[in-house]
């Protein structure tokens, strides 16, 4: 059993900023990859941001320069700072852990119920 809690989210103005937080607990050995992916109304899910366990990250070209993913691999949370928000950054975002070795050694995949960020103009 796994479970990724995510908070952070809610209503800011163009130009605000915003952190959000993604706990994992539950039964696992380690996470190789957490990410943050987003979903607006009517468009796919999307990856915002990425990071290994060594700290090598990637991003949406549409975030570059304006976000920031971290993690703190003994808490086992990843978190998303996000700067200078838009109003098309508007989505639920979700927390996503890739690659968890399971206590029956598997590796799965989870996600977070998603935290909702609205950005207005």
């Known amino acids: 059993q796994v479970q990724l809690d995510e908070s952070g989210g809610g209503l800011v103005q163009a130009g605000g900023s915003l952190r959000l937080s993604c706990v994992a607990s539950g039964s696992f050995l380690s996470i190789d990859d957490m990410g943050w992916y987003r979903q607006a109304p009517g468009k796919q899910r999307e990856l915002v941001a990425e990071i290994t366990s060594g700290g090598m990250t990637n991003y949406a070209d549409s975030v570059k320069g304006r976000f920031t993913i971290s993690r703190d691999n003994a808490k086992n949370t990843v978190y998303l700072q996000m700067n200078s928000l838009k109003p098309e950054d508007t989505a639920v975002y979700y927390c996503?852990?890739?690659?968890?070795?399971?206590?029956?050694?598997?590796?799965?995949?989870?996600w977070g119920q998603g935290t909702l960020v609205t950005v207005s103009s």
């Open positions: 996503n852990a890739d690659r968890v070795l399971t206590r029956t050694y598997r590796y799965l995949d989870f």
